[in-house]
């Protein structure tokens, strides 16, 4: 009995001194700068195995070829999915998504991310209304495969329709005639409220990415998210969408990042090659006290075969 007393006395003892202790995590994940010093897990997106062109490599393939490549986790694009299940012949229904699961399940595979795509930056109320629905659905979804967190966007004026002059235009585009920028804040903050509750219903935090719009740099990422002031609203943080001043829109966007997608270019890149230096991103990171994942978005021409090997090589030394 004495030596239980004893026991439980320092039990009480250790718990008392750790209250104590002045590092508390943040409802992020991250610590004080410079706490963060384990290597970080590498995850990988299914963009890196798909561009948007020719025939959608199945999901399920993505996830098999990350385990064999020895990554720690898998984010699964959103429009990859709908396009793999319609080439199939599929629904992307709770058959499809059990399927998914299982799958990753049993190779050992965490589903880390959810990367999707939404504009609520339009003056039409219905436009706005159906890109909330949609954003709904994907949190619901991101639910059901027990993913915690899903990529979200501004989305953007439209002035500009090509995408690829968009990217010849390093992302910068004209505010429409008769429109403001602070009309265009107003519709994606009222639709982020909106938002918030069914986030926390699923437990899914959004995170709003540096992916152009009104998102194209990391002020208008923030304003968006210190507007809507919630803890199911931080930032997604890509490597490759800071054109101008990347390493200094990166200090300033970490502290408020759930996730980080770190681009490589093997082969060149589909729209632009950048030379990121990811162990000088790794120290942002670290400094800012993240302790996320990592999740290689392989944007280059190379065969993905050999160039996200070659991307988990680079990666896992910079961000040990």
Not at 8 to 36: C, D, E, N, Y
Not at 174 to 192: A, I, M, N, S
Not at 284 to 309: F, N, Q
Request: glycine share 10%; with cysteine.
């Amino acid at each position: 009995m004495f030596q239980r007393r004893q026991w439980l006395a320092g039990v009480a003892a250790s718990g008392a001194l750790a209250a104590t202790r002045p590092i508390q995590a943040s409802s992020g994940g991250a610590l004080p700068p410079g706490m963060a010093t384990r290597p970080y897990r590498i995850g990988v997106s299914t963009y890196s195995f798909w561009h948007f062109k020719g025939k959608p490599v199945p999901i399920i393939d993505c996830i098999e070829q990350a385990a064999l490549m020895g990554f720690d986790g898998v984010e699964i694009l959103h429009v990859h999915m709908e396009k793999d299940a319609e080439a199939r012949g599929r629904k992307v229904n709770g058959a499809l998504l059990n399927e998914i699961k299982q799958h990753a399940f049993s190779v050992g595979i965490p589903l880390m991310g959810f990367s999707t795509h939404q504009g609520f930056v339009s003056p039409d109320p219905e436009v706005r209304k159906k890109n909330i629905a949609h954003t709904a659905e994907c949190l619901r979804l991101a639910h059901e495969l027990g993913i915690p967190t899903i990529r979200v966007n501004t989305g953007r004026w439209g002035t500009i329709k090509s995408f690829d002059d968009l990217m010849a235009n390093k992302g910068r585009e004209p505010v429409p005639e008769g429109r403001t920028l602070d009309e265009g804040f107003g519709w994606v903050k009222q639709c982020f409220d909106e938002l918030v509750p069914t986030a926390e219903k699923y437990g899914v935090v959004m995170g709003l990415e540096n992916h152009w719009g009104l998102g194209r740099e990391a002020t208008g990422v923030l304003r968006v998210i210190r507007s809507v002031n919630s803890p199911w609203l931080r930032a997604t943080m890509d490597t490759g969408n800071f054109l101008e001043d990347a390493y200094d829109q990166m200090k300033a966007l970490a502290p408020q990042a759930v996730l980080i997608q770190a681009k490589t270019y093997f082969g060149g890149g589909e729209w632009y090659t950048l030379d990121t230096d990811h162990a000088k991103v790794a120290s942002i990171l670290r400094d800012s006290g993240y302790r996320g994942w990592i999740s290689l978005e392989m944007e280059g021409k190379e065969d993905p075969k050999t160039a996200v090997p070659k991307s988990l090589e680079l990666l896992r030394k910079a961000y040990s």
